[in-house]
Structures are given as C-alpha cells and as structure tokens.
C-alpha cells in the first residue's frame, strides 16, 4: 500500500526458485591397443549392449524419482498494482488451499503501541467475517523477525524498513509465496514500513467513509497528496480526535494487507474499497469492507478447502462460521473485544 496521492506502482515480481540440479555424466575413455589375435566370446557384444542399456534405464529411472522428490518451484510476489484475482501459469488461481494457517504476530510491532497485536487480530477477524472459505487461523507471537526475500515456513506481520527496491515508501508490503505449479500460497508476510508513523488510532469509520466520498464528489486533484487537507476536514467534524498526530492507522494498513495474504490484489478505482492501493493519514474507514472487496474474496474463496485441517499445538484459533454455522468461542471473544468493525451477512 502507497501513501496517497502516488501514482499506483507497477507489479514487480521475484521467483525464487531452488538451484537448479543437473546429472553431469563422467566420461571415461580407454585408447583400443592392439589387435588380439584371439577370437572373440560368442555373444559378448550382446551381453555389452545390454548392459549399457540396463545402466541407460536405471539413470532413467533415478532421474526422474529425484525430480518427484525436488521441493515445488515458488515463486515471491509483492502483491501490488492490479485488481484482478492472479493465476498461476497454468490457470489456477493464487489463494490458500490449507483450512488453516497460523500467523505469527511480532514483537517489533510493539513499536506502534499496546493495542499493535489486537490490530493484527482486527484486521485478520474482518476477512473471516465474510462468506468467504478463508483459512482458519491461529495467532501465535515471535521475536527478532526481519524483512527476508526468502522463505522460512512461517506467516509472520513484523515491523522494519522496507528496503525492496521501488517500494522504500510503501506503508506496508504483503510477500506471498506460492508453487507455481499449483497456485497454491506456502507462506505470506506482511512487513509494515517503520519509517512511516503509524498508531493505533480511535475507529472514526463513518465519519472518515463521509469525508472521503465527499472528496470524491468534489473531484479534487487525484495526484496531489491530500494528507493535510484530510486531517483537516476530520478536525472541522469531529470525526477523527487530535490524537491522529498526522500517523497512519495501523488497523486500517493490515486489513489491506491481509487481502493481500489471501491472494487478492489492489483496487485502482474504487477509492472506498479496503483494497484500494493507497491510504491517507488518520484514516480509518478501510478496516470495513466495501462490497467489493467481500465479492472479490467471496469468489476466490467460493467452496470449502476440502485439505483436512491441521491440528495447532498453541496459540489463538479463530475461524470464520460459514452459512448455518454459529461462530466460535474464539471468534466470538474477539467481536466482543471490538474485533470485527460490520457482521457477515447471512446467505438466503
């Protein structure tokens, strides 16, 4: 996610792939000496030919079980500048095929304040509010993380400084990795910028959705910075307290984000869309999904994952309830702790 007012930035893809492996054939050559005078055994150059083309099928047979057993290609994709569901070459669309995943929320957040890792949960509870197959999820905490363009086995939200050329002044990247052969994500991060001031900032949604479809109805200048301007107007309507201080909400980052770690990209129209591609100071009204984005991952996540799911040995489950289902306990702690900003609408 950009600042607003930045043009939205071209996709940029990495493919990390394992280093290729190739069978080198040793060659062994002998210099043919003399002539024998000796006849030769009968059916000695057809028990030659033989062998070699028993030693042919075997290295055969040994390349192709060492392919079989070779780790599935992955591919690294900074989630940026297009709205439309990606696919892998193949057709496949890029999303989660586990029922769950578990999130590893780090200390560096704390950096933003006490409610960091609440945010963190906020942000993931709206995504399984929708109708949409999500994966379950599990929270669990780390220490130490750091922005890698490698992957490690584990979904972590850290803080650091992006240092990905091109995106330096992003408020936030999502890196997913996915098997290109499949479609299906392995592993996602979500990395917030800390050279760009972020707090937890008082839910100001209707007024901040208010004020934003006012600009739109006034057209202002889409390529300037409206940073000031947006402050300002909240001041004049009480909508969002002084505490803002010009800072980023971090709620309101990580729930687009988190659209990111289910596969979705970003909304270039839609202003009002939680998958926008960009965000303005004290802003708020992007913890709430806009119709649009729940259709997006409605239709990513059309069916259930039929992958049986994977028993968590600790940490905070929460899962999203499906169309005649009641939520769970966990699910139901975090909405009465604010978690989730609108309900799911049940199916007819």
Same mark, same amino acid.
């Given at each position: 996610?950009?600042?607003?007012?930045?043009?939205?930035?071209?996709?940029r893809?990495f493919?990390?792939?394992?280093p290729?492996? +190739?069978?080198?054939?040793?060659?062994?050559?002998?210099?043919?000496g003399?002539?024998?005078? !000796?006849?030769?055994?009968?059916?000695?150059?057809?028990?030659?030919?033989?062998?070699?083309?028993?030693?042919?099928?075997?290295?055969?047979?040994?390349?192709?079980?060492?392919?079989?057993?070779?780790?599935?290609?992955?591919?690294?994709?900074i989630?940026?500048?297009?709205? /439309?569901? %990606?696919?892998?070459? $193949?057709?496949e669309?890029?999303?989660?095929?586990? %029922?769950? =995943?578990?999130?590893?929320?780090?200390?560096?957040?704390?950096?933003?304040?006490?409610?960091?890792?609440?945010?963190?949960?906020?942000?993931f509870?709206?995504?399984? @509010?929708?109708?949409?197959?999500?994966?379950? !999820?599990?929270?669990? *905490?780390?220490?130490?993380?750091?922005?890698?363009?490698?992957?490690?086995? %584990? $979904?972590?939200?850290?803080?650091?400084?992006? *240092?990905?050329?091109?995106?330096?002044?992003?408020?936030?990247?999502?890196l997913?990795?996915?098997?290109?052969? =499949?479609?299906?994500?392995? /592993?996602?991060?979500i990395?917030? $910028?800390?050279?760009?001031?972020?707090?937890?900032? /008082?839910?100001?949604?209707?007024?901040?959705?208010?004020?934003?479809?006012?600009?739109?109805?006034?057209?202002?200048?889409?390529?300037?910075?409206?940073?000031?301007?947006?402050?300002?107007?909240?001041?004049?309507?009480?909508?969002?307290? @002084?505490?803002?201080?010009?800072?980023?909400?971090?709620?309101?980052?990580?729930?687009?984000?988190?659209?990111?770690?289910?596969?979705?990209?970003?909304?270039?129209? $839609?202003?009002?869309?939680?998958m926008?591609?960009?965000?303005?100071?004290?802003?708020?009204?992007?913890?709430? !999904?806009?119709? +649009?984005?729940?259709?997006?991952?409605?239709?990513?996540?059309?069916?259930?994952?039929?992958?049986?799911? /994977?028993?968590?040995?600790?940490?905070? +489950?929460?899962?999203? +309830?499906?169309?005649?289902?009641?939520?769970?306990?966990?699910?139901?702690?975090?909405?009465?702790?604010?978690?989730?900003?609108?309900?799911?609408?049940?199916?007819?």
């Amino acid at each position: 996610m950009t600042p607003l007012g930045q043009e939205p930035p071209s996709l940029r893809s990495f493919r990390l792939t394992r280093p290729p492996t +190739s069978l080198s054939a040793l060659a062994r050559s002998r210099l043919p000496g003399a002539p024998s005078s !000796l006849p030769k055994p009968p059916g000695r150059a057809r028990l030659g030919l033989i062998g070699v083309g028993i030693l042919a099928l075997a290295a055969v047979v040994g390349l192709v079980t060492r392919l079989e057993r070779e780790e599935p290609e992955l591919s690294l994709l900074i989630l940026h500048g297009a709205p /439309e569901i %990606r696919r892998a070459p $193949n057709g496949e669309r890029i999303r989660w095929r586990r %029922r769950a =995943t578990t999130v590893h929320i780090d200390s560096s957040l704390d950096r933003f304040g006490p409610g960091a890792k609440l945010a963190v949960q906020n942000a993931f509870g709206t995504w399984l @509010s929708t109708d949409a197959y999500v994966p379950a !999820l599990t929270f669990d *905490t780390s220490q130490g993380a750091t922005l890698t363009m490698k992957a490690d086995g %584990r $979904n972590t939200v850290l803080a650091a400084p992006i *240092t990905i050329p091109g995106h330096e002044k992003d408020l936030a990247v999502a890196l997913v990795y996915w098997d290109e052969r =499949t479609g299906a994500i392995s /592993e996602a991060d979500i990395v917030v $910028n800390t050279k760009v001031p972020f707090a937890v900032l /008082e839910d100001a949604t209707d007024d901040d959705r208010d004020s934003r479809q006012d600009r739109d109805r006034h057209d202002h200048d889409r390529d300037r910075d409206h940073d000031h301007d947006h402050d300002h107007h909240h001041a004049k309507q009480g909508g969002q307290k @002084s505490s803002c201080s010009g800072n980023y909400d971090l709620q309101n980052v990580l729930t687009h984000e988190v659209g990111h770690y289910l596969g979705l990209g970003e909304d270039v129209e $839609n202003r009002l869309a939680t998958m926008y591609f960009s965000s303005a100071r004290c802003e708020t009204h992007k913890r709430t !999904l806009d119709t +649009s984005d729940e259709q997006a991952a409605t239709t990513l996540y059309s069916a259930p994952i039929e992958e049986p799911i /994977e028993q968590a040995s600790a940490g905070c +489950s929460v899962s999203g +309830s499906r169309p005649g289902e009641r939520p769970t306990a966990a699910f139901l702690l975090l909405a009465a702790l604010g978690a989730l900003t609108r309900r799911r609408s049940a199916k007819s």
